[in-house]
Nanobody, 127 residues
């Protein structure tokens, strides 16, 4: 079992920045590829960014590429999402998720591959 707790959400004006954190506990954090997803009202949950166990490989959705950066600190059991140049359309509940995988290089954006999920943190971007 892995417990994931997100933090760092809030209300920000368009063009502003936020950094989300996701702290993991339970099983060995470095055994998991990690992802950030988001879900806006009335919409399906979608991938924002993902990172491999080693941190060497990342993937970002086209809508956030160049604005959001995913990173991880395996010593601190934490994954981060730095969000810059925020837009109103980034408003959503943001979830982190963990995918147990054997490869340290594997990264996936497929929602159903993730085994554990956090409770989510609200991000609201005002125009």
């Amino acid at each position: 079992q892995v417990q994931l707790v997100e933090s760092g959400g809030g209300l920000v004006q368009a063009g502003g920045s936020l950094r989300l954190s996701c702290a993991a506990s339970g099983r060995t954090f470095s055994s998991f590829a990690m992802g950030w997803f988001r879900q806006a009202p009335g919409k399906e949950r979608e991938l924002v960014a993902a990172i491999s166990r080693s941190g060497l490989n990342t993937y970002s959705a086209e809508s956030v590429r160049g604005r959001f950066t995913i990173s991880r600190d395996n010593a601190k059991n934490t994954v981060y999402l730095q969000m810059n140049s925020l837009k109103p359309e980034d408003t959503a509940v943001y979830y982190c998720a963990a995918d147990y995988h054997s490869s340290i290089y594997y990264v996936t954006g497929v929602l159903n591959e993730y085994d554990y999920w956090g409770q989510g943190t609200q991000v609201t971007v005002s125009s």
